[in-house]
């Protein structure tokens, strides 16, 4: 893409570019900072894909696919970002092209001149993205190691290919978008050109049609995710998304302006220090920016509503999905004393440095139960004091007082599964039981869901019967010693080794007659999966609040000479600094943390369909912390946008 030079020496046409370049750097950095951002974060997911030791160990493929979904991520939202920034540029620089039409450049002159400008910035972008990429590459694979424990841990490394991958992808999207962005200068004329600045803005109007339109599509989105459980969340998810997205949009485009017209009209606010410049520069403002204000909003909710989601999860994970043991054997018998393996159980976690904070050794009777549509389940019988022990060690389980003569059945269930999905429990006042060949029937106190077992094997889907002392240990004096059963509960510390130790013990005991039940393999293997969606979801959510946090400093910038003109008129009409900074600080604080607040609203219905859909109850608690730490940045980003464009505003 060349075009024919205009007719001065080619180091004047270079300084104009660099001239141009330094003229407009103060609306280029936030572009130059999140493009360079985006570059760095595809770098470092590339410099993983890439890296020879993935390639060569059995790192599961679910991981890799995760990356590349997220580096597709990245590349469709840097399409959208960069087409926005490089038409918020044109647009905010139009005079500017007018004037150079005016001393004689023609339209595909001042094209080239854009296209190299874009170029400059976008080789500048990749190249310090790159550079921080490699710097922090080490760092990244670090936490790449802690979180997947490969067996041959990812050494720091520049791959060529991810270099490679970067420079291309960047380069072919931010010259291709910059082209695009090249068709508006091509078609247009010197005097559309200057007088696009000077054309005066028209009042912003609203619809009431469209207010009301605009709230009823958001209670209609909320009310729906309110009221989803997990089968119909399925279903429901694309109707919330698209009423929530419609209904935000109109919130910023028609009900801002409708609220900020009925506060011009409230005398008293309106003539009151300074807020008649105030609202009168919001009307247009958030009118103006509907679309920019949207976007930040959806944004703000995908982060902090993912972000709380992973974070739920992974304290979820620690307590619902990790077994109530870590370890049982279970073996048969009363007499079969060689398979009481504690001394074998104990010098295996000497060698591979586990520590077994407490063993249990429990006997139970097995037995059937014949629940509601007829089924016969597997059950086991326990006495009330045996139980009250074991729940000391399980957070999450109560203890049980059982009146005498009575029992407890407990159905192997969540308690939130049990009010969410209702599963199968014993629901008679009695219950018969086959004790050493004849019946026996106690009373049923109470029926509830708990896990005290580890579940998803034979063992852990078993029912189980707690019976008063009285009765338990009236029923085994007369149930055969060799068909009792004996559970040795293993509770462990530090998990990192875990997974070897059971390996060795099932090599040791693969010809007993005993078997072994782990409650870590599953939670060790979603734990990592959590951990590295946290990992990967840090950058993205880094990502997404830069892009945030630029479409509203964008916007800003290019506006900054109009506010420039508008404040020094209100200046010379006796405004002082104060109440110039006042006015200022008002109207950024609003653009930047109305989109967060309308923001929080969507997030905390997302977290309460997570609440009916997930059984989550604590979620709301982890979302608090996302939220917060969001808040946290967004100030940060809005002091350092505040000094920057005070600074400009109050130039003389």
């Known amino acids: 893409m060349f075009f024919r030079c205009w007719e001065v020496p080619l180091m004047t046409f270079r300084q104009l570019i660099l001239s141009n370049i330094k003229g407009n750097f103060q609306k280029y950095s936030s572009y130059f900072l999140s493009s360079t951002f985006t570059v760095f974060i595809f770098y470092l997911f590339s410099a993983f894909i890439f890296h020879p030791s993935v390639e060569g160990q059995n790192i599961h493929e679910i991981i890799t696919i995760l990356i590349i979904s997220c580096e597709i991520v990245i590349v469709f939202f840097t399409v959208f970002f960069v087409l926005y920034s490089n038409s918020a540029f044109m647009k905010s620089r139009k005079k500017e092209f007018g004037l150079l039409k005016l001393i004689g450049l023609e339209n595909k002159q001042i094209a080239k001149l854009v296209f190299f400008e874009f170029t400059i910035i976008s080789i500048g972008a990749i190249t310090v993205g790159i550079l921080f990429g490699v710097l922090f590459s080490k760092l990244f694979f670090m936490g790449i190691n802690a979180i997947l424990q490969p067996e041959i841990p990812l050494a720091f490394i520049v791959p060529l290919k991810a270099i490679m991958t970067t420079i291309i992808v960047f380069f072919a999207l931010f010259e291709f978008i910059t082209l695009i962005g090249l068709k508006e200068i091509r078609n247009s ?22 207010v009301i339109l605009g709230v009823l599509l958001l209670i209609g989105g909320y009310a729906l995710a309110a009221v989803s459980n997990l089968v119909i969340l399925f279903f429901s998810m694309i109707p919330i998304l698209v009423l929530v997205i419609l209904g935000t949009y109109l919130l910023f485009g028609q009900l801002s302006t409708a609220v900020l017209y009925r506060l011009r009209d409230s005398s008293s606010l309106y003539w009151k220090k300074t807020n008649m410049t105030t609202i009168s520069m919001l009307v247009f403002k958030i009118k103006d920016n509907a679309r920019i204000l949207s976007i930040a ?60 904070k407490h063993y249990d050794k429990t006997v139970v009777l097995p037995s059937t139960v014949t629940l509601r549509d007829e089924k016969v389940s597997p059950m086991w019988i326990m006495s ?8 000391k060690q399980m957070k999450h389980v109560e203890p049980l007082n059982i009146n005498d003569g009575k029992a407890v059945s407990i159905s192997p269930f969540d308690p939130s599964e049990g009010k969410n999905y209702h599963p199968p429990k014993y629901e008679e006042k009695e219950m018969k039981i086959a004790i050493a060949g004849g019946m026996d029937t106690i009373e049923i106190q109470s029926s509830i869901y708990e896990v005290t077992f580890i579940r998803g094997q034979d063992g852990g889907n078993a029912f189980l019967l707690v019976a008063d002392d009285k009765i338990f240990e009236k029923w085994a004096g007369v149930f055969p010693r060799q068909e009792q059963l004996v559970l040795h509960d293993y509770y462990f510390g530090d998990l990192t080794n875990a997974s070897n130790l059971l390996t060795d013990l099932m090599n040791q005991k693969k010809d007993a007659t005993i078997s072994i039940y782990d409650g870590f393999t599953n939670y060790l293997d979603i734990k990592m999966g959590n951990n590295l969606l946290l990992f990967i979801g840090l950058f993205i959510s880094m990502l997404f609040f830069l892009a945030s946090g630029s479409l509203i400093f964008f916007k800003l910038m290019t506006e900054i000479d109009e506010d420039r003109q508008a404040f020094a008129i209100m200046r010379k009409l006796g405004m002082t600094d104060g109440e110039v900074r006042r006015s200022v600080s008002v109207q950024m604080g609003i653009l930047f943390f109305l989109p967060v607040v309308v923001g929080t609203v969507h997030t905390f219905f997302a977290f309460n369909s997570a609440r009916v859909a997930l059984g989550a109850p604590t979620v709301f608690n982890t979302g608090i912390i996302a939220i917060g730490f969001y808040l946290v940045f967004q100030f940060v980003y809005f002091f350092i946008t505040r000094a920057i464009y005070m600074r400009k505003i109050l130039q003389k």
């Open 189 to 210: 004329e010197i005097i559309e050109l200057i007088k696009a600045s000077k054309k005066p803005k028209q009042p912003p109007k609203y619809s009431l049609v469209l």
């Open 297 to 356: 909003t959806i944004l703000s909710a995908v982060v902090t509503s993912s972000m709380g989601l992973l974070i739920w999860f992974n304290h979820f994970s620690g307590v619902a999905i990790r077994g109530p043991q870590d370890l049982i054997i279970l073996q048969k018998g009363l007499d079969e004393k060689e398979n009481d393996s504690y001394d074998e159980v104990s010098t295996l976690a000497k060698e591979h440095e586990v520590e077994i």
């Open 384 to 391: 009330e004091s045996d139980y009250n022990k074991r729940a």
